[in-house]
């Protein structure tokens, strides 16, 4: 069973920048990574997500800009810098793993995190 690990999340003003971690608990070069959110009563949203090498990313439209996903697979770490932070960034953000390639259907990624909880205070 693989196992993510979400951490760094917390209670920031706005305009402040967080960094998000997710400790993946296997090989994490073989899968792609999703960074996604969810706001209580809303449908989740992908934040961003990278291939498997970490060599290219995407974002939807509603996310560029502010928010840069990396990874580190010597670590089977992925990362979410998340810049300029706004109240209606508030959300629980969790990183999920997808079999070989990213995709902006959520719900396709077959393993997630617990969930990190990020609050952004105006």
């Known amino acids: 069973q693989v196992q993510l690990e979400e951490s760094g999340g917390g209670l920031v003003q706005a305009g402040d920048s967080l960094r998000l971690s997710c400790v993946f608990g296997?090989?994490?070069?073989?899968?792609?990574m999703g960074w996604i959110r969810q706001v209580p009563g809303k449908e989740r949203e992908l934040v961003g997500a990278?291939?498997?090498?970490?060599?290219?990313?995407y974002y939807p439209d509603s996310m560029k800009g502010r928010f840069t996903i990396s990874r580190d697979n010597a670590k089977n770490t992925v990362y979410l810098q998340m810049n300029s932070l706004k109240p209606e960034d508030t959300a629980v953000y969790y990183c999920?793993?997808?079999?070989?390639?990213?995709?902006?259907?959520?719900?396709?990624?077959?393993?997630w995190g617990q969930g990190t909880q990020v609050t952004v205070s105006s």
């Open positions: 296997g090989a994490i070069s073989t899968y792609a």
């Open positions: 999920a793993a997808r079999s070989r390639y990213y995709s902006d259907y959520v719900s396709s990624y077959g393993y």
């Open positions: 990278t291939i498997r090498s970490g060599s290219s990313t």
